[in-house]
T-cell receptor
Framework: DTEVTQTPKHLVMGMTNKKSLKCEQHMGHRAMYWYKQKAKKPPELMFVYSYEKLSINESVPSRFSPECPNSSLLNLHLHALQPEDSALYLC???????????????FGAGTRLSVL | SQQGEEDPQALSIQEGENATMNCSYKTSINNLQWYRQNSGRGLVHLILIRSNEREKHSGRLRVTLDTSKKSSSLLITASRAADTASYFCATALNQAGTALIFGKGTTLSVSS
């Protein structure tokens, strides 16, 4: 099973709402990632979790709050977002370590978020 | 900020033709990867080339790497309509290789 599952597929929220994006993988990967992708742009790294601990935060605003409750799950909690936060949010996973093959990341289909 | 810069930004070809897209990067790398993204979907890993490799093949894909020029190319031979997608090169942001930074991407359109 090489699948990363993201829910929901689409989300519309107001600027005062609180919502969460969910990501799940059962490949035994111990590194998980959140990326943000605007239309016609490449994915931009937001957060990296390695062995359930936050290892990289790419200066993401605090209105985005990641959480990794266990090795299979990754959440992104959203609060007081702005319209410019509307984007495709992608989750990915990989097996951390120095072996080059472990650099390969497996992506979910994404959550398309619209902030009104 | 992007590590890689792809060109062309967009490429339109007919089925059966070959498609070549290029990527340049800025810093030293351990490896370089290429990913494909169908419209509005997640990315799919295509191929990884190590810094000590010059060329690598996988099916209809051929990747080259020139570390002296900090550039890579992806060749798709005998293109099919199903190859229509965006293609991104990616390099690692960190030593562990766990954080990828993607190039701007090339949008390939293959018409039948």
């Amino acid at each position: 099973d090489t699948e990363v599952t993201q829910t929901p597929k689409h989300l519309v929220m107001g600027m005062t709402n609180k919502k969460s994006l969910k990501c799940e993988q059962h490949m035994g990967h111990r590194a998980m990632y959140w990326y943000k992708q605007k239309a016609k742009k490449p994915p931009e790294l937001m957060f990296v979790y390695s062995y359930e601990k936050l290892s990289i935060n790419e200066s993401v605003p605090s209105r985005f709050s990641p959480e990794c409750p266990n090795s299979s799950l990754l959440n992104l909690h959203l609060h007081a977002l702005q319209p410019e936060d509307s984007a495709l949010y992608l989750c990915a996973s990989s097996q951390p370590g120095q072996t080059i093959a472990k650099n390969i990341q497996y992506f979910g289909a994404g959550t398309r978020l619209s902030v009104l | 900020s992007q590590q890689g810069e792809e060109d062309p930004q967009a490429l339109s070809i007919q089925e059966g033709e070959n498609a070549t897209m290029n990527c340049s990067y800025k810093t030293s790398i351990n490896n370089l990867q290429w990913y494909r993204q169908n419209s509005g979907r997640g990315l799919v890993h295509l191929i990884l080339i190590r810094s000590n490799e010059r060329e690598k093949h996988s099916g209809r894909l051929r990747v080259t790497l020139d570390t002296s020029k900090k550039s890579s190319s992806l060749l798709i031979t005998a293109s099919r309509a199903a190859d229509t997608a965006s293609y991104f090169c990616a390099t690692a942001l960190n030593q562990a290789g766990t954080a990828l930074i993607f190039g701007k991407g090339t949008t390939l359109s293959v018409s039948s």
